[in-house]
């Protein structure tokens, strides 16, 4: 059986940031929307989310400038799920969490873009 063809670094790597932008958009969701929550349990979404954000890390290590971006969003991200876990009557949270929702959104779009790009050459 032949081994399974292993994917360009810049493939594996726009790959793993869609997905990385995807799970924060997700955890998003999850502190807004009580069935979205739901559909998958803490736990599991925190082990994907936390497997990722290793990913991210290894794959960025030559690059620490968008290694720091990546941890930056990922840090302000997780602060305003928590603030808003806490005081989820907070327009102001929620207005931020849902901009960001948008910023992640156009992300994940520009991204997949260029993942499409990347697999067609």
């Known amino acids: 059986m032949p081994e399974p063809a292993t994917n360009p670094p810049h493939i594996t790597i726009t790959e793993t940031l869609v997905r990385f932008y995807v799970l924060l958009a997700q955890y998003i969701d999850r ?3 009580e069935t979205t929550k739901r559909s998958l349990p803490e736990g599991e ?3 994907h989310l936390t497997e990722t954000r290793t990913q991210v890390t290894e794959l960025l290590t030559t690059n620490r400038v968008v290694k720091n971006k990546a941890e930056m969003e990922f840090q302000r991200i997780t602060m305003l799920c928590e ?3 806490n005081s989820p009557a907070d327009q102001t949270i929620k207005d931020t969490l849902q901009q960001e929702h948008e910023i992640l ?3 994940m779009l520009a991204l997949s873009d260029l993942l499409a790009v ?3 050459v």
Do not use: N, T
Request: proline letters at 0%; one cysteine or more.
């Open 45 to 47: 979404f925190q082990k």
């Open 31 to 33: 502190c807004l929307d």
């Open 105 to 107: 959104r156009i992300k």
């Open 83 to 85: 603030q808003f876990l």
């Open 118 to 120: 990347f697999r067609s």
